[in-house]
């Protein structure tokens, strides 16, 4: 730490900053400092004598508060060791914001691990340990780390986690990467494990996963006191647990009820004489046989290691243990625990603040929260390799713009705020952005983008997003625009979820939401019910128009997946889109009708009586508001399938379905008999794409879907995704 200043150096530090400052201001570009991973607090902050920390930049803008400042990151690696904290007096203006930016020219990290030497790692020779792994193969391969001898001693722990009550809200342990890739906790079955005999159902296909075999005891649900005291007990029929007899932390991984119920929970005792395994906590519905059927891995298992990049840390001892993967012996690869347990940047009730180009990479915790204020931007900064979320946005026309967001645990970006009274927006947004690989910590629920909760106004678009296990896009509020994104390979583990999925029919005031120019693709293809849009359980007012939907289902199991899935929906439209290989482009399911209007009435009474539609500016901009116990509500009439084009060259349609055999019209299947079904075309020839083998789905401007449906738009497929590169933009000059 740099010594105290006295009186005296304190002034000649002050009189050098003042006319720094003077000089910046004189030429117009408000303040400017510099920060360096080789600077010193005790610097002026120039490019020549910068600072070493944002902290001590952010408090010379406090000390001198120019009319606008810009802090440059020079080139490099800054350590992070706490938060970098702002508040309301570190606001900018609109005129003369403040800016935190990358030098031009250079490429600066904000970085919340530790690094390992590569030569910390060697042989492992315990014949203890080297008994306990499984694979004799793995064993000479085996290397070892004493993190505890380096001073690393602070590794989080495994904690319960998952659905609802489930997740106890602990921060998450330390992560291993090597070049930049996370590496597998070591676990059974590998990935690409299949053990048919050893599942059931829809599931038999499924990689990477066992079943029970048989339900011992139930143990207690969410509402049990002893929810978090004792768990239920399950059989099984492999023989695997017989090796881990000194495995002393062992997790399973998996669902053990409803496929949304996703759980991370620890094992208290397996009986290898009763072939029986107890768990330590509940589950939220206990556990239970489900259409969606169970599945789990084990996993934190030394045994278990025999895939490079597979890993087990000793937490008593310190000792970490890898099988390296290749890129490990490649000179310059980069080996490195995600020690931070914190928020990297945190803001309240800040306004007019950008930070541009910056890297923030590796943690524990989340990456940039936002509360209240107005106008913060995360503009063209890459966030990588978090436990938590990415960014979260509380507030008043704050955004993301340009950013690539990959490998987080949480969610990717969380857009809350709006007046849900007034119905004043938020104006929130994220834009031309990428987000990949996302929610692997919090796995179900935790989407690559949120409309929160009770929030109004907020627009996501512009956006690639890839790689979820559950859904991309979660509907919270109202009047949010979701447009021009492309979203594929999403919803790829668990089932009955969808793309963009709203549950709102509890809050039938939440309405307003329009989801238009979209390309949703790739989902669905191995799992029953993997659908794209999902209003599920009454879910009220969206407007679904002029999206393309590729590829949203599957053969086998599969088919059973819906490219708009409404779950006895109200007053909503889908309309001028393209469905292509979809097997069911759009059904009204009964189910939540069926299952939920009684419970649902009594819920709608007492919201109505909560909520004076006379002062609220609800009843104007969604009138139907005002009939609502007029109309039918059990299935409602007032959701429309109309003027949509559906083109299946390579994947049949479900022509029929249930036991029933329902019939299909038009390309919609209507369980209800209620949806209003018109003007749609089933083309059993190319309707007129510029080249649909290439997954170009413009239309030519002489397309028989423009003669056949009148008025059918020309979907600008090309302006779809980010309009430019995503990330840092490290070798640009610019302003």
């Excluded at 990358?102 to 008994?131: Q, Y």
């Excluded at 799992?527 to 590829?551: A, C, K, S």
């Excluded at 901009?621 to 007032?638: N, W």
């Excluded at 055999?661 to 510029?690: H, K």
């Amino acid at each position: 730490m740099p010594a105290k200043l006295g009186p005296f150096a304190t002034r000649i530090r002050d009189c050098v900053a003042g006319l720094v400052l003077a000089a910046s201001l004189a030429w117009g570009q408000g303040a400017v400092y510099y920060v360096a991973p080789d600077g010193l607090d005790t610097n002026p902050g120039t490019r020549e004598q910068p600072f070493a920390s944002l902290e001590r930049a952010r408090d010379a803008i406090r000390e001198q508060r120019p009319a606008g400042a810009t802090v440059y990151l020079r080139g490099g690696r800054y350590a992070v060791q706490r938060t970098f904290a702002l508040t309301k007096e570190d606001s900018g203006t609109a005129e003369a914001p403040i800016v935190y930016a990358t030098a031009p020219g250079e490429s600066a990290a904000l970085f919340g691990g530790t690094e390992l030497d590569k030569a910390w790692f060697v042989p492992v020779t315990d014949p203890a340990v080297l008994a306990r792994v499984i694979d004799p193969e793995a064993r000479p391969r085996l290397l070892q780390c004493d993190l505890g001898a380096r001073e690393i001693t602070d590794y989080g722990e495994l904690s319960r986690r998952g659905f609802h009550k489930a997740n106890l809200g602990k921060t998450p342990p330390v992560e291993l990467y090597v070049g930049g890739e996370r590496m597998t906790r070591a676990r059974w079955p590998n990935p690409g494990d299949h053990f048919p005999d050893y599942l059931r159902g829809g599931q038999k296909h499924r990689h990477g996963a066992v079943g029970r075999s048989r339900i011992v005891d139930p143990g207690p649900g969410m509402n049990d006191p002893d929810f978090l005291e004792r768990g239920g007990i399950i059989g099984y029929e492999f023989d695997r647990p017989a090796r881990w007899t000194q495995a002393e932390d062992i997790w399973l991984d998996g669902v053990f009820t409803w496929s949304w119920e996703w759980s991370y929970n620890q094992v208290a005792g397996i009986d290898l004489e009763k072939q029986e395994i107890t768990l330590r906590y509940g589950e939220v519905g206990k556990i239970a046989d489900r259409y969606s059927f169970d599945y789990f891995f084990a996993e934190n298992l030394l045994e278990e290691i025999d895939q490079p990049g597979e890993y087990y840390l000793n937490r008593q001892t310190g000792i970490l243990y890898l099988l390296p993967p290749d890129s490990f012996a490649r000179e310059g690869t980069s080996v490195t625990l995600a020690t931070f347990a914190g928020t990297m940047i945190s803001l309240e009730d800040v306004s007019h603040v950008v930070f541009r180009d910056l890297v923030l990479d590796s943690g524990r915790g989340s990456g940039i929260i936002c509360r209240g204020g107005a106008d913060v931007l995360v503009e063209h900064c890459e966030i990588r390799n978090l436990a938590g979320s990415a960014v979260s946005l509380n507030g008043r026309r704050h955004g993301v713009r340009g950013c690539l967001i990959h490998q987080v645990g949480g969610a990717g970006v969380s857009l809350q705020g709006g007046n849900p009274e007034t119905l004043e927006p938020a104006e929130c947004f994220v834009e031309d952005s990428e987000i990949s690989h996302f929610a692997w910590y919090s796995k179900v629920y935790t989407s690559a983008a949120a409309l929160g909760f009770r929030s109004v106004g907020n627009r996501i678009s512009h956006n690639r997003i890839r790689r979820g296990p559950h859904l991309a896009i979660v509907v919270y509020g109202n009047d949010h625009l979701i447009e021009y994104n492309d979203i594929g390979h999403v919803v790829e583990d668990f089932t009955d979820m969808g793309i963009i999925y709203g549950n709102l029919g509890d809050r039938p005031l939440e309405r307003g939401t329009v989801i238009r120019r979209n390309y949703f693709h790739h989902v669905g293809q191995e799992h029953h019910l993997q659908n794209g849009v999902y209003p599920d359980n009454m879910t009220m007012g969206w407007v679904i128009e002029e999206n393309i939907f590729h590829r949203i289902g599957g053969s086998g199991g599969a088919a059973n997946t819906r490219a708009i899935n409404l779950n006895t929906a109200a007053h909503v439209v889908s309309r001028h889109n393209i469905f292509v290989d979809c097997t069911i482009p759009l059904m009204m399911s009964s189910h939540a009708g069926n299952a939920h209007f009684e419970r649902q009435t009594e819920t709608w009474k007492r919201y109505f009586a909560e909520h004076d539609l006379a002062t609220l500016p609800h009843a104007q901009k969604y009138p139907e508001l005002l009939r609502f116990f007029d109309e039918p509500r059990q299935f409602p009439d007032t959701c429309v399938f109309e003027r949509n084009l559906v083109y299946n060259p390579d994947v049949p349609l479900m022509l029929h379905y249930g036991r029933n055999r329902l019939p299909m019209r038009e390309g919609a299947l209507d369980e209800t008999g209620t949806l209003q079904v018109r003007a749609n075309w089933v083309a059993e020839t190319d309707p007129g794409f510029m080249d649909a083998g290439a997954g170009n789905f413009a239309l030519r401007p002489d397309a028989a879907v423009f003669e056949r449906i009148p008025g059918f738009p020309a979907i600008p497929f090309g302006e779809i995704g980010p309009r430019g590169p995503v990330g840092p933009r490290g070798g640009e000059i610019r302003p």
